[in-house]
Structure formats: C-alpha cells, structure tokens
C-alpha cells in the first residue's frame, strides 16, 4: 500500500469517535458512582466533538477511502448528523431515569458509542461487507443494551429474542449477499450495479435469490412485517432509555442500510424488489396499526406503532430517486426520531425510583398533574397519527405523493389503503391523550427532569411542530443529500 496515497479524511468522524469512544471507557474504570456525572458530560462533549468533525469533512462531491470500501456523501453526511442530534438528546433526557435505577453507568454511554459507530459504518458503507460489519456492531452493542438491567427477566428475555432473530436475519443477509456475488463477481456497490447491466440477463435466478434474502434482512432491520417479532417485546422489556435509543436513531441508519442495497447496487431489479417492498409495507400497515389497538402498555404500543411507521418508510423506495421518494422515506425517518424522542422523554420524565410509566393508567390525568408534560406527548401523539400542521403530517404527505407520482394504478390503491391505515392508527394515538385529560388520575406522580432536560423537551416539542408548519428546511436537506449522493 502506498501510504502517501491512503486518505483518511472522509473517516474522521469514525475516528474521532473510536477516540471519544476509548476516552470514555477508559476514564470510567477509576470512577465510582458518586463521580459518574463526569462520564456523562465527557460523553456529550464528545458527541458535540465528533459533530464538528463531521461538519469539518463535509463536502459538496462524494469522497471514498479505503479503496472505495468507504463513502462520505450527501445522505451519509446528513443521517449521521441527525443521528449525533439524536443520541445527545437522549443522553440528557436518560440521566435522571438511569440513575434511578442504578444503570447510570459506563457500560450504556460506551455501548451507545459502539452502536453509534455501527450506524456511522453503515451508513457510509459501499460495499457489502462493510454494511455487514456496521450492522453486526450495532446490533451487538443493542444486544447487550437490552439486557442491561440484569435483574429484570423481561429485559433479559427481550435481548434474548432480539439476539436469535437477529442472528437468524443476519445469517440469510449473508446468504443473500453470497448469491448476488456469486453472480456478479463483486461486493464493491457499484461495482455490483455495473455487472448487473452488463449481464441482463445471465445469473437472474442467482440475483433474484440473493434479492429475496437481502430484502429479509433489511425488512429485519427496519422492523416490519412479518419480522417484527422482536419489536413489541424489545420495547417492553428494555429500560425505557434503551428503548428510546432503539426506536430513534437506528431506524434513520437502517433507512439508508436499505438505500444502500436498493437504491445504490440493485436499482435495475426495481421491479422486483419494489414489489416485495409493497407488499411487506401493506402487511406492516395494517398488522402494526391493528395489534396496537389492543395494547395497554404504552411502550409495546409505541413499538407496533413503529412496525406500522417502517411500513410508510418502505411505501418512500417505491418512488424512487426521481418521485423524491428517497428523499420522503429519509424526512419520514428523522421525523419519526424526532416524534419518539418526545414521546420516550415523557416516559423517562414520569419514571421514578419505585414506579416505571409504561401503561396507560399511569398516564390517567397527567393534565390534572404536569400539563406541561400533557402538551408534550400530546404534540408528539397527533405528530404520530399525523395530523397537520405537525412534522408527522407532512412526513406522512410526502411518502404519499412520491408513491403516486409513480402513476402506476397498484400504488394509487395502497396508498388509500394507507391513509385508511393512517385514520384508524389515530385511535390508539388520540386514546393517550383522551387519557392524559379525561380520565382520573391514579397516581401522584408528576415528573422527575432536571432543567436541561425540561428545557431540551420543549424545544424538542416545539421542533415538530415548526417544522411541521415549516418543512422545506428539512426536506431541502434530503433532496439536497441524495442528489450529491445519487
């Protein structure tokens, strides 16, 4: 290797944050609980540092490194910052709930940094292994973040489910990826891309098997049925702050892991893949928004509500690059982080030492209690349902519009049948809120924040409907992203 040629510059975030990653880990071995405060701030000042390092290498052209494995383009740049936004939010609404349960320690700050890291590989990857390799340390740092309350048998119950599936959706994504190799020759995106147009025809059935098994692990990865088994009890059974890390920032990284494979090597078996894609949506519409009827906890309602969310994220590759479907499935992921970051902080705010908020009688007159806390989660349960003038709405709006500007006849009718979807997911959305302001409350508790959080939760809150109100910041970001990465 000629190491005067080798150019590290579209990886120093990853870098920067291997480093924050070792600072931490290493400085928290000689603190005691008494002293973990500075692990916490070291972790957010590191956050804030890895942000400006990826401000720092950010480019109009999209740069490679390490022989192509590796890309810093427009989508990556973006979805990375929003995952650092998303992280650092959760790092201060999380402090209060974590040391009320004695899991205020180094283990959750450096296992989000290595699931962060994960996200950042993945979404930067260009070639099949180095997706694979990000995926695999996210979700082994998720595996062990689920189970971290080690006295909790739901939790431990959870990361156990959670880790057989995911080695069993990982194993056929591996599968599938040794198919479309074998029948191109290649792993490296573009490469991939160009074999497939210079054989049209030749190894269809090999890239046809290799797509069916690569689409289940990304359906896997994103939530949505039928390998949603693993969501509704990861939601339950892991501490709340978990729970509100599983269900943000991953799903944006999960969205661009999905690109990557479709929209980057395979878009030329498009109608293939888009149809496999239609139809896991539709069942994901309507067995998510179906099985959340019937919950009364709260954070396994959330966590079918999510399947059913994954499913208009899938609904936004059926548009494709030129109906800014994209565009619309990467504004819907940032707004759902945005929606489940209010929604979660709300949960973490009204658990206390002795009392875990995760059903709805917890939630009884919680107006009568903190109407502060009442109007939060009421902003982020209209979002959720989409009701405009919100960010949901118009996430919502933008996956519909991109799937009719198709103009195929198919797409016209599913996405009625998600905007039927859409109407009778509102219920279980409008029900917390009938709930935080009808009925009576059954406990006294009105919630445990520090000022930093009470006050990054009305911005939090106020972000979605702003950019509700005002979306083209956003969605410029999107459509600018991919077209410096398409």
């Known amino acids: 290797m000629n190491w005067a040629e080798l150019n590290l510059t579209p990886a120093i ?6 480093c924050v990653l070792g600072i931490v ?26 942000a400006v390092s990826q401000v720092m290498v950010w480019h109009g052209q999209p740069e490679a490194a390490f022989s192509n494995l590796f890309v810093n383009d427009g989508i990556s740049q973006l979805a990375k910052l929003a995952m650092y936004v998303g992280v650092f939010v959760l790092f201060i609404y999380s402090r209060r709930y974590l040391a009320n349960r004695e899991i205020f320690k180094g283990e959750f700050y450096t296992l989000t940094f ?7 590989v993945m979404v930067s990857a260009n070639h099949f292994l180095t997706l694979y390799v990000g995926l695999e340390l996210l979700s082994l740092a998720l595996y062990a973040m689920v189970a971290l309350r080690r006295d909790n048998l739901q939790a431990t119950e ?31 995106l573009n490469e991939v891309l160009n074999a497939i147009q210079a054989k049209q025809e030749s190894h269809q059935w090999l890239l046809t098997i290799g797509l069916i098994f690569v689409v289940v692990g990304i359906a896997f990865k994103l939530g949505v049925v039928p390998f949603h088994m693993w969501v509704p009890d990861v939601y339950q059974g892991a501490p709340t702050a978990v729970t509100a890390f599983v ?3 991953p799903k944006i990284a999960a969205m661009v ?19 496999m894609f239609a139809l896991l949506a539709v069942a994901s519409l309507l067995v998510g928004n179906l099985a959340a009827i019937m919950q009364t906890n709260i954070k396994r309602m959330l966590g079918y509500s999510t399947v059913s969310h994954m499913g208009f994220v899938m609904l936004g590759y059926i548009g494709g690059f030129q109906n800014g479907g994209y565009a619309a499935a990467l504004y819907y992921a940032i707004t759902y982080m945005v929606m489940g970051l209010v929604a979660f902080g709300v949960l973490m705010a009204l658990s206390n030492k002795d009392h875990e908020c995760e059903n709805l009688e917890d939630l009884a007159g919680l107006n009568q209690k903190n109407p502060y806390l009442a109007l939060m989660m009421l902003v982020a349960m209209f979002s959720m349902a989409g009701i405009p003038p919100l960010m949901g709405f118009y996430a919502k709006l933008s996956i519909l ?29 409008l029900r917390v809120v009938k709930v935080m302001y009808f009925d009576e409350p059954t406990n006294d508790i009105k919630g445990d924040f520090k000022a930093d959080a009470w006050i990054l939760l009305a911005l939090n809150s106020l972000a979605l409907v702003l950019l509700g109100v005002f979306p083209s910041s956003v969605v410029d970001w999107c459509i600018q992203a991919l077209k410096l990465t398409m």
């Open 13 to 18: 975030p990853e870098i920067t944050l291997l």
């Open 114 to 120: 290595f699931a962060l890291l994960g996200m950042q």
């Open 25 to 50: 880990l290493l400085i928290d071995l000689f603190l005691n609980d008494r002293n973990r405060w500075v692990t916490y701030v070291l972790s957010l000042v590191g956050i804030v540092v890895v």
């Open 257 to 275: 892991f999905a690109f990557r494979i479709v929209g980057t090597a395979l878009p030329n078996l498009a109608q293939d893949w888009t149809q």
């Open 247 to 249: 269900g943000t920032a």
């Open 401 to 429: 519009k991109s799937l009719i500007a198709t103009g195929e006849g198919m797409y016209l009718w599913v996405s009625v049948f998600a905007v039927i979807m859409s109407l009778i997911g509102a219920f279980y959305y």
């Open 158 to 188: 959870a990361s156990l489910k959670y880790f057989v599936l995911g080695a069993l959706a990982s194993g056929l994504l591996l599968y599938g990826i040794s198919f479309i190799y074998g029948a191109t020759g290649h792993l490296q």
